[in-house]
Nanobody, 121 residues
Framework: QVQLVESGGDLVQAGGSLRLSCSAS????????MGWYRQAPGKQRELVAT???????NYADSVKGRFTISRDNAGNTVYLQMLSLKPEDTAVYYC???????????????WGQGTQVTVSS
């Protein structure tokens, strides 16, 4: 069993900041990539940022320069520091991990339950 647990979502005013956290636990052999996605009402889920086990990062153009993704040394927790938040950042933010469970020879995608971020104007 693998679980991803997110925290940090909140209501914040435009221009404010938030920090999201996501911890992976369970029977994990290795985590290849962790990331954040978001889904606004009526829209498809979209990539926000990803980080590999080597520390390489990738960001959506809409968040470059405002959001920073990072991982802890153990590699099982990922953070998303969000600055200069805009109303259009309002969405449910989902944590994703592409990982290899113990005893399994291929990687699978796992998702957290989502955390709501609301930015008021």
């Amino acid at each position: 069993q693998v679980q991803l647990v997110e925290s940090g979502g909140d209501l914040v005013q435009a221009g404010g900041s938030l920090r999201l956290s996501c911890s992976a636990s369970g029977n994990i052999f290795r985590i290849a990539v962790m990331g954040w996605y978001r889904q606004a009402p009526g829209k498809q889920r979209e990539l926000v940022a990803t980080i590999t086990s080597a520390g390489s990062t990738n960001y959506a153009d809409s968040v470059k320069g405002r959001f920073t993704i990072s991982r802890d040394n153990a590699g099982n927790t990922v953070y998303l520091q969000m600055l200069s938040l805009k109303p259009e950042d309002t969405a449910v933010y989902y944590c994703n991990a592409n990982l290899r469970p113990l005893g399994i020879m291929v990687t699978h995608d796992y998702w957290g339950q989502g955390t709501q971020v609301t930015v008021s104007s």
